[in-house]
């Protein structure tokens, strides 16, 4: 599975990105798609998954404000942030997987990342 991110950019705090990710070589169905990011200095931070069924798991830092969905005729998961903070400020990287996690360790597939810099 070959994954491409894209949607990043420039917004003010306060403002809403919506970052995709298209997959190809193999459809998304089969896997749980998750968002990552990683801010300059710090660990890769899970964002927010979906399983195959459809459930949905949200990072503490997120919830409320971010929504995880995807478009399997497309073979694309987005990722909606609305209400964006400075510390929102990352690389946000799509992955995806067998197993159903929070751990980047359990991801096999990876983007190459999207920037994504809130303004304060």
């Known amino acids: 599975v070959q994954l491409q991110a894209s949607g990043g950019g420039l917004v003010q705090a306060g403002g809403s990105l919506r970052l995709s990710c298209a997959a190809s070589?193999?459809?998304?169905?089969?896997?749980?798609v998750g968002w990552f990011r990683q801010a300059p200095g710090k660990e890769r931070e899970f964002v927010a998954a979906m399983r195959r069924s459809g459930g949905l798991t949200y990072g503490d830092s997120v919830k409320g404000r971010f929504i995880i969905s995807r478009d399997n005729a497309k073979n694309t998961v987005y990722l909606q942030m609305n209400s964006l903070k400075p510390e929102d400020t990352a690389v946000y990287y799509c992955a995806a997987g067998s197993v159903y996690s929070g751990r980047s360790s359990t991801y096999d597939y990876w983007g190459q990342g999207t920037l994504v810099t809130v303004s304060s």
């Open positions: 070589g193999r459809t998304f169905t089969i896997y749980t």
